[in-house]
């Protein structure tokens, strides 16, 4: 319970601004806390969690991802990389791992998510995270509804394409999927990076949602933006995700790679093989 009003404070304290009251605004933030993950234990929680496998496969991106403790694990100490502990998702060069839907892929890594264990309709998901340096990573932290896509909304907290100044927040539905316009990039002050360990979060209300980094406001959308475009899709519960992609649709747009992989350079595979592809994520917090 300490660990988790610890978090929590910080958590307040940076979306506030303040330190006024913070030990009252922590019990209180307890209470209303729907889901808290702090990685701690020695594997992950399947009753929290499930893990993506080989029969999935989206956007072109250029790994598969599996379910084993290469791809997702705990770790703790020195390996946490300034925290007590963290899960990773990693990934691997694994060349001619698997032919699916007639595509050779040579990659592995991890996608985890909360679909049917843990669903929520409004609050803030917040989640601290350190992502890796090189052009053409694609992790992300988002949210989908438990029906169709687009139909049932998607909320992206952050997604990075390997651009280390800045990381992108969004909102897809029908009419406003695909290339949506509901969309807007968030760049880093000076001397800081998405190597480092920040907190990407989402006020979600009936009314729209304010995206924030660190708790800085950096987006906000409202019911009647979204209505713009097409129907209102978040008003249904919705479940978590972090993923850690290779390539695809989203890195290709923005470094048009084209070889060895699309949307990964050479560069990049070479900090995969030297096992450099990880994504740390300190803890996951929902609350109402």
């Not at 006024?20 to 993950?37: C, H, L, M, P, R």
């Not at 989206?58 to 100490?77: C, H, K, L, P």
């Amino acid at each position: 319970m300490k660990k988790i009003i610890n978090h929590l404070l910080l958590w307040l304290m940076l979306s506030s601004g303040a330190l006024i009251n913070a030990q009252d605004q922590g019990s209180k933030a307890v209470a209303d806390t729907i889901f808290f993950e702090d990685f701690s234990g020695s594997e992950l929680d399947r009753e929290k969690w499930n893990v993506m496998g080989t029969d999935f496969w989206v956007n072109n991106e250029q790994q598969i991802y599996i379910d084993s403790t290469a791809t997702v694990f705990m770790v703790e100490g020195a390996d946490a990389k300034g925290v007590d502990n963290a899960l990773v998702l990693k990934a691997h060069y694994s060349p001619n791992y698997i032919n699916y839907k007639g595509n050779d892929f040579d990659f592995i890594s991890g996608r985890i998510n909360t679909r049917d264990k843990v669903m929520f309709t409004y609050g803030t998901a917040a989640a601290r995270m350190k992502l890796p340096k090189g052009a053409g990573y694609w992790p992300a932290f988002w949210a989908l509804g438990g029906g169709d896509w687009p139909d049932t909304g998607e909320i992206d907290i952050m997604e990075y394409v390997g651009e280390t100044d800045w990381i992108g927040v969004a909102l897809h539905g029908p009419g406003y999927s695909g290339e949506t316009p509901l969309v807007n990039k968030y760049f880093f002050p000076e001397g800081e990076d998405v190597t480092d360990w920040h907190i990407y979060s989402v006020d979600w209300s009936p009314e729209g949602f304010d995206f924030r980094v660190d708790g800085r406001l950096i987006y906000r959308v409202t019911k009647p933006m979204v209505e713009h475009y097409g129907k209102w899709a978040f008003d249904n519960p919705k479940f978590l995700i972090l993923n850690l992609a290779l390539g695809g649709a989203y890195p290709f747009k923005t470094n048009g790679v084209e070889e060895p992989y699309n949307g990964l350079p050479a560069s990049t595979v070479d900090l995969i093989k030297q096992g450099k592809a990880e994504v740390l994520v300190d803890w996951v917090l929902i609350t109402k």
